[in-house]
């Protein structure tokens, strides 16, 4: 299985993408929470923009990744560094952050994950045979959680 180069490149995409969203995200909370003060709630609504940017493009990822393969999901990946970016001018910017201040960095990431991830998982399974597609399956979930262990462990060492 581990010999298949799309399916490997596929788990290290997939390793990369968790482990920086899930501590970017953690991050952000223990930022909002600490650093400006924010309840919890105030918190998860601060943070939900990129729930709402994902679920505006996650319906359409798919009919965009038959028509353009792959190039969709680069895309995906563009739009949401871009929202990253953004997002990292705001919150690294001197004084008092409000929750208005990262929603356009949030959108456009959310709107970048809806984009690039939900195709993924096919392309990366598409190269697998039919035996091995159980074995996969259960290799790249296994993968996005320890890539959520691992991303929480390097962003709060950081």
């Known amino acids: 299985l581990l010999r298949n180069s799309t399916y490997t490149s596929g788990l290290f995409v997939v390793v990369c993408f968790f482990a920086s969203m899930i501590g970017i995200n953690l991050l952000l909370s ?8 924010f309840s919890p709630l105030k918190t998860g609504l601060t943070l939900a923009p990129f729930a709402v940017g994902v679920a505006l493009t996650a319906g359409p990822s798919y009919p965009l990744a038959q028509r353009f393969g792959r190039g969709s999901m680069q895309v995906g990946l563009v739009v949401m560094g871009a929202g990253l970016g953004l997002l990292a001018l705001m919150v690294g910017g001197a004084g008092h952050v409000s929750s208005w201040t990262l929603v356009p960095g949030e959108l456009l990431a959310g709107m970048g994950m809806g984009l690039a991830l939900p195709p993924l998982f096919d392309f990366i399974l598409a190269g697998v045979r039919e035996h091995e597609v159980g074995s996969a399956s259960g290799v790249l979930n296994a993968s996005q959680q320890l890539a959520a262990a691992l991303g929480i462990a390097v962003f709060a060492t950081i």
Not at 30 to 37: D, K, R, S, Y
């Open 30 to 37: 223990v930022f909002c929470q600490l650093g400006e003060g």
